[in-house]
């Protein structure tokens, strides 16, 4: 995965343990993708100063990945949802009997409610 991606991801799981502004920051510049001296000028420090906060918020959100795995764990759970949701339609496709169509429906539908 991209490590822009990944680190954007890793936001989204486990940002509210970092510091208000290394958080902030690190949103700006992956998720708003402004550049360290346009963070710096809203900020008040210096480019090297976002830059180093960045890092640090960077270190932490993937030691949290390493000790936690919620993020692993969450894209593990959605490819387990897609391969229920195309083998629900493969069996919907290939039978005849109205029970297990319907059966085959629902576990489809309910495995696409959870990717949601």
Known sequence: MEKNIEVSLLLDFYGQLLPESGRQMTDLYYNDDLSLAEIA????????????????????LFSFEEKLGL????????????????DARD???QTDDSKIKAAAKSIEQTADSLKE
Do not use: H, P
Not at 71 to 86: P, W
């Open 41 to 60: 000028e809203q900020c008040g420090i210096t480019r090297q100063g976002v830059r180093d906060k960045i890092k640090r918020c960077e270190i932490r």
């Open 71 to 86: 993020l692993s764990r969450f894209q593990q759970l959605e490819q387990g949802l897609e391969r229920i949701s195309a």
């Open 91 to 93: 069996i919907y496709v």
